[in-house]
């Protein structure tokens, strides 16, 4: 279903294609979000493209919307009138959400991406890790899965990384490829470790990893999260002790790339 609406800007459907999950949003032509779906990539973008367009349409009335498609799989999106760099689309999404964002931090299932904008949301700078699962979301997928728990429940059950322990008696884990650490979190827990002390020695890794990434870009507050992962307030927080600077969440996080592809419809 694509094509241009009827009146204005017209109905318009932003696309992210992750490699994890496939995101989209329904903005309607007095440019307010309407509507937003969710699904797994399963890898196949171009079944997941199609049905979120049509979940978003339906279930809204509408006839025609514009799509505009981003994200790992955005070539694929056989509805999109046009595809868009990810940096692009979260840039804009997290301007439109918060005009004052200096930084976005973005943290998908496999990379993540600093973004220091300029003003009027324009980019400056960014930087991205594809390359390395250290500092994406499959690691603490990986991290969440040898203690039986599901990511949602990491944050309540880590508690914040840097209240629980001193920097005497805190645990590290050193190893920076996840292959490594997972053995190291392994051992750990053979030796007594308690699995929240574990996962609190996780979350540090991961944000020492993307402090290297906030270096890159010279981060500047307001820095706003973005990305599935920004649901994880402890990661948040262990980022935020790392980098010392405020790191406030994005509204509706995960959407923030499929909002800024809508507002380029
Ligand atoms: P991508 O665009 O790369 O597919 P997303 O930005 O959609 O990635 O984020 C997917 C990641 O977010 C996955 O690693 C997933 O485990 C993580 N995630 C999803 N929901 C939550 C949650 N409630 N808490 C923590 N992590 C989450």
């Known amino acids: 279903m694509s094509g241009y609406g009827a009146s204005g800007g017209g109905w318009r459907i932003g696309l992210d294609l992750g490699s994890t999950a496939a995101k989209a949003v329904l903005v309607d032509p007095g440019g307010s979000v309407l509507d937003r779906a969710l699904d797994v990539s ?3 973008p171009a079944a997941v493209a199609e049905k979120l367009v049509n979940e978003l349409s339906l279930r809204n009335g509408v006839e025609k919307a514009r799509v505009v498609a981003t994200g790992y799989g955005r070539s694929m999106a056989g509805s999109a009138s046009r595809t868009v760099t990810e940096i692009s689309c979260h840039a804009l999404g997290v301007h439109s959400l918060h005009p004052d964002a200096k930084t976005v931090l973005d943290i998908g299932g496999q ?89 609190r020695a996780v979350h540090r890794a991961i944000a020492k990893r993307v402090l290297l990434l906030l270096r ?21 927080a262990a980022i935020a002790e790392e980098a010392g600077v405020r790191v406030s969440i994005a509204d509706h996080p995960q959407f923030a790339g499929a909002l800024g592809a809508a507002l380029l419809a």
């Open 42 to 44: 399963r890898g196949e």
């Open 111 to 199: 990379d993540a991406k600093a973004i220091r904008l300029g003003s009027g949301g324009s980019i400056e700078d960014f930087a991205m890790n594809d390359r390395c699962a250290a500092g994406t979301g499959s690691f603490l997928e990986m991290a969440a899965r040898r203690f039986s728990l599901g990511v949602g429940e990491l944050s309540t059950f880590c508690g914040n990384t840097s209240a629980h322990e001193s920097d005497g008696n805190r645990i590290e884990i050193s190893s920076t490829c996840v292959v490594f650490a997972e053995s190291e979190m392994v051992g750990l827990a053979a030796r007594g470790a308690p699995p929240a002390a574990v996962l």
């Open 216 to 236: 890159q870009v010279n981060a500047v507050e307001p820095l706003y999260f973005t990305g599935g992962v920004a649901a994880n307030t402890a990661l948040a």
